[in-house]
């Protein structure tokens, strides 16, 4: 494996140390409180990415800025509703509950009939700019001193879940001249590419104007296949898509609806002709664009296999799937190869 392909920072404020800032910056009442408290995880992620940096040497490491919806950092509904009548009910009044209170109003306030289709990704960043501009300034001021101990740092910052172009070109504007900030903060250049997870249907059939203000794109294919089929994964395995596996009965004749599971299969029919789309619309406006495959399909056989035949340059995967993806990535050059002879 060379490099990281694909890191996630929301991880990085799920420790103990973190997510109390974290829910700060959440229930803030304005961008003054925000950023408060985005100051004080500030510290913590210039040492995050300092370390990935330093172990990776030099090698390339995507960096995907917040994805998921807010209310993922802050205690479930049901648990707050039941700390709040137990106080109540015990007569603690003042600062305590105060503050219980108000972590459920707006647990209330960030409640979503479909988080995965909500107020995630670069929606977050474009109404709350101040949180992707925490996290790039760690990203320069992490690069730029790991260069100065002597290690080469390329970083690469993904903006995820776009779906117009305007989203990416806004993003990465406001984005370009943090970092430029930084670097002229601490004299100091580094080489970097902004780029886009492809993960909208709607990106796959608008990326060439995407492409426009990204130098890679990245292949997000967990919720791609989600949004192609109109399936929450989890509902799906759990209702109805084993027994699609299985088969049904049509007219006492069981008869399966698909051969194999789409999240663990990539999808040629559907999903991979749109990625087809993407790749020959993104590289018509940039024949330079470098594309790569993330998430579950990255590590299976038949998967990398297509994304090979499609000229995807890299996949990324879990750690325990990387031999089976070098072998298969291999496997799949050699038979294209063969087939060019």
């Given amino acids: 494996a060379e490099g990281i392909g694909l890191c996630r920072t929301e991880h990085m404020f799920m420790a103990s140390d973190r997510l109390p800032a974290m829910k700060e910056m959440i229930i803030a009442s304005d961008v003054d409180e925000r950023k408060e408290a985005l100051a004080k995880l500030l510290p913590m992620q210039i040492e995050d990415f300092k370390g990935i940096f330093k172990a990776m040497k030099g090698l390339p490491v995507t960096v995907r800025l917040l994805d998921p919806p807010l209310h993922e950092f802050l205690p479930k509904h049901e648990h707050l ?20 209170e108000v972590m459920l109003q707006k647990v209330n ?6 988080p995965m289709l909500g107020f995630r990704g670069c929606r977050l960043g474009l109404i709350y700019p101040e949180i992707n501009t925490m996290q790039v300034e760690a990203i ?13 740092v390329f970083p690469e ?31 100091t250049q580094v080489e970097y590419k902004f780029g886009t997870m492809i993960e909208v249907p709607r990106a796959c059939v608008a990326a060439d104007l995407i ?25 799906a395995e759990g209702k109805f898509l084993q027994k699609y596996l299985e088969g049904i009965s049509v007219d006492g004749t069981p008869q399966k609806v698909m051969e194999q ?22 590289r018509k406006t940039k024949p330079d664009l470098k594309l790569g495959i993330c998430g579950e399909h990255g590590g299976d ?12 340059a890299y996949v990324s995967c879990s750690p325990f799937r990387v031999p089976v993806a070098r072998l298969a990535a291999a496997q799949a050059t050699i038979a294209s190869t063969e087939r060019d002879k």
């Fill in 140 to 152: 320069f001021t992490a690069a730029i001193e790991v260069k100065k101990e002597g290690i080469e």
């Fill in 157 to 187: 910052i993904m903006i995820p879940l776009v779906g117009h172009p305007n989203e990416l070109k806004f993003a990465r504007q406001h984005l370009e001249t943090v970092a430029k900030g930084v670097m002229e903060k601490l004299k």
């Fill in 109 to 114: 306030e960030l409640k979503e009939s479909n």
């Fill in 301 to 312: 056989p038949s998967s990398i296999a297509f994304a090979h035949e499609i000229g995807l």
């Fill in 211 to 235: 492409a426009e203000h990204a130098e890679f794109f990245s292949f997000g294919t967990n919720d791609l296949t989600q949004m192609t089929f109109g399936y929450s994964r989890d509902d």
């Fill in 261 to 282: 599971n789409p999240f663990e299969v990539l999808d040629r029919d559907g999903v991979g002709k749109l990625m087809k789309i993407a790749v020959e619309g993104g």
């Fill in 81 to 100: 509703v039941e700390e709040v009548a137990n106080m109540r009910a015990k007569g603690i009044k003042g600062a305590e509950l105060r503050e219980k």
